[in-house]
C-alpha cells in the first residue's frame, strides 16, 4: 500500500538530512496518514487512508456547512 492520501494525493517528500560536518544522506517527509471510515451512498463502509491536515479541513467544512444550515432554517 502506498504511503498517500486517498482524498488530496499528498505523498512523500524526499530531502536531505544534514549534519553538524555538513554531511548530506537522504531522507523522506512521510505524511502524517489517518485510517477513516467513511460511509458510502449505497450504505458500506470502507476504509481509506486520510492525511491528518485533510480531516482537519473536512470536519471544519462540514461545521461550516452545519452552520450555514442553521442560519437558513431560523
Given at each position: ?16 538530512n ?20 467513511i ?36
Open positions: 500500500m502506498a504511503r498517500r492520501c486517498d482524498v488530496t494525493g499528498k505523498g512523500p517528500l524526499t530531502g536531505n544534514v549534519s553538524h560536518a555538513n554531511n548530506k544522506t537522504k531522507r523522506r517527509q512521510l505524511p502524517n496518514l489517518r485510517s477513516v471510515k460511509t458510502l451512498e449505497d450504505g458500506t463502509t470502507k476504509k481509506i487512508k486520510v492525511a491528518a491536515s485533510t480531516l482537519r479541513t473536512m470536519k471544519k467544512k462540514a461545521a461550516e456547512a452545519t452552520a450555514s444550515a442553521e442560519t437558513v432554517e431560523a
